[in-house]
């Protein structure tokens, strides 16, 4: 069934975009209090470390501008923030649905995705290569 396959491209655009933009809301939280605050009992290295990297990466991501090195450090946290914060604080427990990290597990491997596949179309990068806006 490759009906969508013609918008592929436009599709993956999408993806990157609106995955920055929910992204950099969770920086926003934590370094501006915005949407509900910062979550509580978060620690600094959290609010100002994974805040910081929410934000700009996001940011990044959502423009297209180095959109793979920093889908891929925003890959990493996203690790990061799963066994820290999510496995370790639950027993042990790897399981997303048991640990509440299913959004820090799907965050990873789509970062990890937007890292290898790189910033595509509508994206700051391909206007400065010159690429074609299809």
Request: glycine content about 16%; overall charge positive; hydrophobic content about 50%.
């Amino acid at each position: 069934m490759g009906f969508l396959r013609p918008h592929a491209e436009r599709i993956y655009a999408l993806l990157r975009i609106v995955t920055g933009l929910m992204f950099m809301q969770h920086g926003l939280q934590k370094l501006f209090g915005l949407f509900g605050g910062v979550p509580p009992g978060a620690p600094p290295f959290v609010v100002y470390g994974a805040g910081t990297i929410e934000f700009l990466g996001g940011a990044l991501v959502a423009l297209g501008l180095f959109a793979g090195p920093a889908a891929f450090i925003a890959s990493g946290t996203m690790a990061f923030a799963f066994f820290l914060g999510h496995v370790a604080s639950h027993g042990g427990n790897v399981i997303p649905l048991v640990n509440q990290g299913e959004l820090a597990a799907l965050y990873c491997f789509v970062f990890l995705y937007i890292a290898a596949r790189g910033s595509g179309i509508w994206s700051v990068d391909a206007a400065r290569r010159g690429t074609p806006r299809t």
